[in-house]
């Protein structure tokens, strides 16, 4: 059991829709980390830094829109801001796509923006030396920003998948690859694609495919259809049941469901803390006996292969920032 939430009381629920072979209890907590935490923000890059088995978080923007460079470890339940030996860093941003990368053990950043530039930048951190590079590939997607996960590293073909994003009134529904052994950015031309949008995607390692759900087109308009790129290709999925269209929500898969989870985002002034199960062909929402307490959009997510908790951190709610962690923990005995 994680460290983390050890000593927790949860309480037991069942996912309904999930097969009872694969149904765990699960419910969301609370990190509280002795030493403070990143200051209230949105928009930031987070992945899961497996060198030093610790999520790695950079950036985002504070509740007046400002745009922040630093960054961040979270070490079981502890963070603690941390400077790159180099002394060099990617300039303040916020809504940066940013992700594991298997095939070289690093973590690469691309884009976002500082109200003034949409970059088009490609850095990676090195966790075993602590140290932030900037990459110059020969050739590299527009500038945009993309506010939730833009990009997701697709296990079975060892390359990042870079999906959509916003930039000053321009919203894309283009398709990237970031081979990281090659150093180099490959525009796909898929026969199909989702809408123009930025929308959160994730790898489910249940089928091996990229999930994209909802978005939104930054302007009025937020979506509820459900994708998947099978290394070629993106495919619309049909379900009966889905989450209600919602822009700035986030995704991450749960080693301890087998699916891929859903939780918040926003549709006009309604704000979102339901939590919903993708098992590669339905939705499910699951009630959990806790909940993060507001309502959330563009906060950060991604998961921990080693605890096995999907984690999140701050994010807007109605009127202001915040700067909170949670983890979707399994029970005692469930992991």
């Not at 987070?46 to 922040?68: E, K, M, Q, T, Y």
């Not at 091996?208 to 619309?236: K, P, R, S």
């Not at 898969?253 to 926003?266: C, E, K, R, S």
């Not at 499910?284 to 096995?308: C, E, H, L, S």
């Amino acid at each position: 059991m994680n460290h983390r939430v050890r000593t927790l009381v949860f309480s037991v629920i069942t996912l309904a829709g999930l097969n009872q072979a694969q149904a765990q209890r699960v419910n969301w907590v609370q990190v509280t980390s002795p030493t403070g935490s990143p200051s209230a923000r949105c928009c930031v890059g987070i992945a899961f830094d497996v060198a030093r088995r610790s999520h790695l978080l950079f950036a985002g923007a504070d509740g007046s829109g400002n745009p922040l460079g630093d960054t961040w470890r979270l070490s079981g339940s502890q963070w603690s801001q941390i400077f790159p030996t180099n002394g060099v860093s990617p300039p303040a941003r916020q809504g940066p796509g940013m992700v594991y990368d298997g095939a070289t053990n690093t973590v690469v950043l691309f884009g976002g923006t500082d109200g003034a530039t949409n970059f088009n930048d490609t850095w990676i951190w090195d966790g075993a030396t602590a140290t932030w590079t900037q990459l110059f590939p020969l050739k590299s997607p527009p500038g945009r920003r993309f506010d939730t996960q833009g990009m997701a590293f697709d296990a079975e073909h060892g390359i990042v998948i870079l999906f959509g994003g916003y930039a000053a009134g321009t919203v894309f529904n283009d398709t990237w690859t970031w081979d990281g052994k090659a150093r180099r950015w490959t525009q796909q031309f898929p026969k199909a694609s989702p809408s123009a949008r930025r929308a959160p995607i994730a790898y489910d390692r249940a089928t091996e495919q990229i999930v994209l759900f909802g978005g939104d087109d930054g302007v009025a308009n937020q979506y509820n259809d459900t994708w998947v790129w099978n290394g070629a290709n993106w495919h619309l999925r049909t379900t009966p049941i889905a989450p209600g269209p919602r822009g700035l929500a986030s995704l991450a898969y749960d080693p301890a469901l087998h699916a891929v989870v859903l939780f918040g985002g926003f549709i006009g002034t309604q704000v979102y803390n339901d939590t919903w199960t993708w098992n590669g062909s339905t939705w499910t929402q699951i009630k959990t006996a806790n909940v993060p307490p507001y309502g959330r959009f563009a906060f950060g997510t991604d998961y921990d292969p080693i605890a096995r908790d999907p984690v999140i951190f701050g994010g807007f709610s109605t009127g202001f920032a915040l700067s909170d962690t949670w983890v979707l923990a399994p029970l005692p005995g469930d992991d």
